[in-house]
């Protein structure tokens, strides 16, 4: 393994919030212990919270418009059951103006009945005008997203994230410059292989492994020792740990070194 040391560019926002003195907090799907997830209800009371970074999902509907939302289905997060009847109503296999007239509000609480699905580009512009997005990419191809950041003029003043490291490589390949963020346990490592045989917990392994992305942050499960996170340090990548509800955990992890709490309660 051999350090890799960010680039000291402090005209860009991403570089410039990793070398925070303090631990980063990031608001989980927005606030979505207060608010329904992924909505932007939720993202308004995470930046009023004060989270330093907000946190998104977002896969692609069936006309190739990223649209915001966690599952690969409707089911848990919207009507759309009623609408169509049936379960497992796949994202896929819907259109963004169909998607985007559901009510993905009123399962939380009738307070927030209405609520829709927006759309990638309607949540960021909501977000990045007062803070920063961490985008967690469910599907699709690299050149999507990187695309439409380019176009906004949002390379490295957001953060991009995923479970699949063989995307964070092709990413790297298209926009070294971009920030982005290598979710463990993967699913995927950056060649293509499938991460069957290393534990989950945060190692040295993982480490070799996560270098070969391009990424600059270990977005972590809880299993992170000390150790592990003195280690990812001195290999020059920050840790950050989802998903934490709770001040008990958050101080052990906390005492461990780590960076940043991703979190469904900001405040």
Known sequence: MTATPFAQNTLDPAVEILSS??????????????A???TIPSFKLALTAG????ELDYHHTKDGVPVVIHDFTLDRTTDAKRFWGGSRLKVADRTADELCALDAGGWFSSHYAGARLPTLVEALEVIQAQ???????????????????REKGWVNRLIVQSFDWEYLSAFHALEPRQVLGALGPPRTLADGRQATKLSGALSGRWI?????????IAVWSKAVSRKSVRL????????????VNDSAPAN????RGVDGIITDNAA
């Open 21 to 34: 003195p303090r631990p980063l907090v990031i608001g989980h799907r927005g606030c979505g212990a207060v």
């Open 36 to 38: 329904p997830e992924n």
């Open 51 to 54: 989270a330093d970074l907000v």
């Open 131 to 149: 803070g920063m997005a961490l985008i967690e990419r469910k599907g699709g191809h690299p050149a999507t997203i990187l695309r439409l950041i």
């Open 208 to 216: 070799d492994e996560l270098e070969k992305t391009g990424a600059r």
């Open 232 to 243: 990812t340090h001195e290999l020059g990548f920050k840790v950050w740990v989802y998903t």
């Open 252 to 255: 052990r992890l906390l005492d």
